[in-house]
Each structure stands twice: as structure tokens, then as C-alpha cells.
């Protein structure tokens, strides 16, 4: 089902698949236990393994932040040079760090996730191998997460995902119905695509029954992953929901930090943001039937977000009354 074996690894997939307490019948696909901390690495052995073959020197992304860390990682892994092209003032602290950790070359750009994408588009892609979610191979590794999830549970009710470039939603998508091919998923689940209220030109646009997006110029929401006004994979997308009888929904910022909180305490599952978006969804829709939220991105990604309370002591007199509290 894979068209080639990923030869440039790191030991992706095989992520935790936990029974959430939160809600029944909800199950959390914990893809931050990635290499990288992110699905970001399925797609991206495959399209590093293909760079490498097709003789590339040169990888090139745009990217919100962990396309970036994935893809400096994994060009490392192979002898190749990354250059990651990212919007200025809008990616996750650990993000960078792993881009520059991986000695990427990092370029900021003024603007938002878009403006780096069309930059790449528009004069990237001749110069170096582009790993973006347009490259075909990525979403035919990202696709495994289907895979795994029949592996773990059998064919779910329901597929939660964020969805940002909107890439993702419909690789998951192709690998169930490659299931659906081989007999093996009966029925097929409905694939629920979550975006951020503030950046939400598809859920916006599946509201009022369109059928293409209400794209955002000034996208804003504090899940940096998803912070993407214009989605360039947004047809694959509308076609995984449709098909699959799903939808689109949004979520705000509050709900994101109330689910991303939740799943922290309940499960000790720590994601990011963007990564909690799919439960917050999830849980704000109350699904019948099985339903498996992809949390896309490991919570050490972006730690500015969760706020700290430490209590300060200096002797045990003062530590006893603490823990007798
Ligand atoms: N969740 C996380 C943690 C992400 O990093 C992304 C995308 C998504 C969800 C959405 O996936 O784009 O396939 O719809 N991050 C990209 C990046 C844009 O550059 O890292 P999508």
C-alpha cells in the first residue's frame, strides 16, 4: 500500500492509540510521539526517502513550524541541506529550536504562513526539492496513520483532525479508503475536519454551503500550527469530507486550551495546540458512535502557551502545610 519502502527513517509511526477518559468511546491517536514530535514525520521519511532518489542536494518547506523541524530532521538523517521558509513572529519556540538544532537554514519572512508558502511556490521549488503537502509523497506517508488506527481498533465511526493547509484530513482519508479497497473497513469512517475560529476558511465556507473556501487574510488563533489563511490543499479536502459524509467545524481559542488542559489531566497526554483542536472538536460534537481524534503535535512544540504556577518555599515548615492541604 506504500509505493516504495521509506529507505531515510527515524522510526515514525507506531504511535500511542489511548482510550481517552474524557468522553466514551473517544480515542486520542497521539502522533506528538513522532520522531520530531509530530505527524509531520509519515509524510516526511517518504518525501525525504524520494528527494534522495531523485538526487536532490537540497530540500525546501514553508512552513507554521513543524513541517520545518520534520523536515530539517529528516534531510539531516539523509546528507541533505533544508531550508525552511517561516512566517516571522508566528511559529512555536520548540519548533525553531529543532529547525536550527537540525542546522536548517531558517529564513523569516514578514507575513503570514502564505505569504511563505507562495514565496516557495514562486521560486523555491526550482532550486530545491519542495516538501510541502502539494509533494504527493508526503500524504502517501501520512496516510499510514489510518493503517495503524485499523491495526489498533478496526474501522472507527468517526476521524477528527486539524486541519490547516488541509493536506492531512485527506491523506487519512485515502488510507482508509485504500482499507475500504482491500475489504478490510466495511464502512468507512466520517472525517470531521476542525479548523480555529479565527482561521477557518473552510469550516466557514461548509457552514454556509459552498464549495470553495472563505479564505483569510489575517488569520489569528494561538495554535500557530493552523494559523493558515489559505489553504493550498483545500480541494483534496472538501473531497475527504464529502466523500466520507463528515464535515467541517471550528473551534475557538478558548475551547482549544480547555481541551488541550483536559487531555493534559485526564489522559497525560501533553499536545500542542493545533493538536488539541481535534478534541476540542471532538468533544464540542458528541459523535455517535467510535470516534478517533488525531492529536497532531507533542505540547513541549509550543510551551509559551501553558502558563505556570509554581508555589515558592524555603524551609519544610513551610513545604508540611503544603501537602497537608
Ligand atoms: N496539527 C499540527 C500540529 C500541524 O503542525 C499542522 C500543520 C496541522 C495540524 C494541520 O495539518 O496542514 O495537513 O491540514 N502544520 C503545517 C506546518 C502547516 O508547516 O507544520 P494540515
Not at 468507512?188 to 479548523?195: D, S
Request: glycine share 10%; charged share 20%; aromatic share 6%.
Amino acid at each position: 500500500m506504500l509505493p516504495l519502502k521509506s529507505g531515510v527513517t527515524i522510526g515514525e509511526g507506531r504511535t500511542p492509540l489511548v482510550e481517552s477518559r474524557l468522553r466514551r468511546n473517544l480515542f486520542v491517536k497521539f502522533d506528538g510521539a513522532n520522531p520530531t514530535g509530530s505527524f509531520k514525520d509519515r509524510g516526511m521519511a517518504l518525501g525525504v526517502t524520494v528527494a534522495k532518489e531523485a538526487g536532490a542536494d537540497k530540500v525546501i518547506v514553508a512552513s507554521t513550524g513543524n513541517t520545518a523541524a520534520s523536515a530539517a530532521a529528516y534531510a539531516a538523517r539523509a546528507g541533505l541541506k533544508a531550508y525552511v521558509v517561516l512566517p516571522k513572529g508566528n511559529v512555536a519556540r520548540g519548533k525553531l529550536v529543532q529547525a536550527a538544532l537540525h542546522g536548517a537554514v531558517i529564513i523569516a519572512v514578514d507575513g503570514y504562513f502564505d505569504k511563505a508558502l507562495e514565496l516557495v511556490l514562486d521560486h523555491g521549488t526550482k532550486r530545491a526539492y519542495p516538501l510541502n503537502s502539494f509533494n504527493p509523497w508526503r500524504l502517501e506517508g501520512q496516510k499510514t496513520v489510518a493503517f495503524e488506527i485499523y491495526e489498533e481498533l478496526g474501522c472507527p465511526d468517526n476521524v477528527v483532525v486539524p486541519v490547516g493547509n488541509a493536506g492531512n484530513i485527506y491523506a487519512i482519508w485515502k488510507g482508509f479508503k485504500e482499507l475500504g479497497e482491500l475489504g478490510l473497513c466495511p464502512k468507512l469512517p466520517r472525517m470531521i475536519g476542525v479548523q480555529a475560529a479565527g482561521a477557518a476558511p473552510l469550516a466557514r465556507a461548509w457552514r454556509e454551503g459552498l464549495n470553495s473556501p472563505l479564505f483569510v487574510d489575517s488569520p489569528k488563533t494561538i495554535a500557530s500550527a493552523i494559523k493558515i489563511g489559505r489553504p493550498i490543499n483545500w480541494v483534496k479536502a472538501f473531497i475527504a469530507v464529502r466523500e466520507s459524509g463528515g464535515m467541517f467545524v471550528e473551534v475557538d481559542d478558548g475551547e482549544i486550551l480547555r481541551a488541550q488542559a483536559a487531555l493534559a489531566r485526564a489522559d497525560g497526554l501533553g499536545v500542542e495546540p493545533a493538536g488539541a483542536a481535534s478534541v476540542a472538536g471532538a468533544l464540542a460534537l458528541d459523535l455517535p458512535g467510535i470516534t478517533v481524534a488525531i492529536a497532531t503535535g507533542h505540547a513541549l512544540k509550543d510551551p509559551d502557551v501553558v502558563e505556570v504556577k509554581t508555589i515558592s518555599i524555603s524551609s519544610q515548615e513551610e513545604l508540611i502545610p503544603l501537602l497537608e492541604r
